[in-house]
């Protein structure tokens, strides 16, 4: 599954997530693993209130497009930060026989934690600084808290090898 949104990487609302430009490398090389292994591809799109940066019709919220979503990879909308909160993800999910669940995004904080179900990928998810912490040292204890929760963590490169 991939959170990714235009708005975390245009700067027109928000700057730009943590570590852009190493999201911005890795994530196609993800997306090419899970097609040649032959995982389904499912991107996420946060559909924001009216005057959020993530809401329909606003520069930021389409899916991003340099991911190159394939016409059959599937959209699946939600309000909150938990992907499995649109029923429609699960069934999904659970109709192609997945054994796990791999996930990469934003916002690691919000959208990430929230929907944590199987393997993170821990350096293709990202946030923001925020007042008290920096976005590598919220990453850094989401993933502590992730493993210490028994969630299975990855990297870019123990998953495509590259």
Do not use: Y
Not at 15 to 35: C, F, K, N, S
Not at 53 to 62: D, R
């Amino acid at each position: 599954m991939i959170d990714l949104q235009t708005g975390m990487f245009d700067g027109v609302a928000e700057p730009p997530i943590h570590d852009a430009d190493g999201i911005v490398a890795r994530t196609p090389a993800l997306i090419e693993w899970a097609r040649r292994s032959g995982r389904k591809v499912a991107f996420i799109r946060h559909d924001g209130p009216q005057g959020d940066p993530l809401a329909p019709g606003e520069p930021g919220w389409p899916v991003w497009p340099a991911l190159g979503q394939a016409e059959d990879e599937p959209t699946f909308a939600k309000r909150v930060g938990d992907a499995f909160s649109n029923a429609a993800l699960a069934e999904w999910v659970a109709g192609q026989g997945a054994g796990e669940v791999v996930l990469i995004g934003a916002q690691t904080d919000f959208c990430v934690a929230a929907t944590v179900k199987g393997t993170v990928v821990s350096d293709a998810h990202s946030t923001l600084d925020a007042a008290s912490e920096t976005a590598a040292e919220i990453i850094a204890r989401h993933n502590a808290a992730f493993a210490a929760a028994g969630v299975k963590l990855a990297t870019t490169k123990a998953l495509t090898d590259s």
